[in-house]
């Protein structure tokens, strides 16, 4: 069950502020709204250094997304954060070349 999850939020929460701070910028008031309750479902898993991206939803093995897709690309002050939404659902975050994050207590 999802409830079981951490809150990004609580995990990391100077992430969230600054994704819902960058969407509200780019005039996206409803995903700026749900990043607050995204849950982390799991991380990226390419053990890339430079990646910390995470998945906030289940996501289809080796499938693309499918219908409903799209990309949506903020401009943070460093590195790259991009969000895979499905149907206005934030199904991960990538978070690529940005110092590490730090994890709330």
Same mark, same amino acid.
């Given at each position: 069950m999802d409830d079981d999850r951490? =809150? =990004?939020r609580v995990v990391f929460p100077d992430l969230v502020r600054e994704l819902i701070a960058l969407l509200e910028a780019e005039g996206e008031r409803e995903l700026a709204i749900s990043a607050w309750d995204l849950r982390i479902v799991g991380e990226c898993g390419c053990r890339d250094d430079f990646c910390q991206s995470v998945r906030t939803a289940e996501h289809p093995d080796g499938q693309p997304y499918g219908e409903g897709y799209r990309c949506v690309a903020l401009l943070p002050g460093t590195g790259m954060l991009n969000l895979d939404v499905v149907h206005g659902r934030?199904?991960?975050?990538e978070i690529i070349g940005r110092p590490p994050m730090t994890r709330a207590l």
């Open positions: 951490p =809150l =990004l934030i199904m991960y975050v």
